[in-house]
């Protein structure tokens, strides 16, 4: 069994930042990539930052230069630091975490709000 668990949503106003943080545990002999993916209301989800175990990074247009995915393959952890925080990027954040020889895990998602 593998666990994806996700932290660190909320409200913030806009131009604020926020840190998520993604730990995944059990069953796992090597993660290829770690990423962070977003659904609003009435729209597919989309990728938003995601890591190799090399530390390669690829970015959402819409996200880069605010946003910055890092990774700490001892603890199996990811991280997305978001700044300059703008009310369209309000959505369910899911990590997901691709696992060599198991597939594509999902956590439950967090909450980010950005409002006045």
């Known amino acids: 069994q593998v666990q994806v668990v996700e932290s660190g949503g909320g409200l913030v106003q806009p131009g604020g930042s926020l840190r998520l943080s993604c730990a995944a545990s059990g069953s796992i002999f090597s993660i290829l990539a770690m990423g962070w993916y977003r659904q609003a209301p009435g729209n597919q989800r989309e990728l938003v930052a995601r890591?190799?175990?090399?530390?390669?990074?690829n970015y959402a247009d819409s996200v880069k230069g605010r946003f910055t995915i890092s990774r700490d393959n001892v603890k199996n952890t990811v991280y997305l630091q978001m700044n300059s925080l703008k009310p369209e990027d309000t959505a369910v954040y899911y990590c997901?975490?691709?696992?060599?020889?198991?597939?594509?895990?999902w956590g439950q998602g967090t909450q980010v709000t950005v409002s006045l």
């Open positions: 890591i190799t175990s090399s530390g390669s990074t």
């Open positions: 997901n975490v691709a696992i060599v020889l198991r597939g594509n895990y």
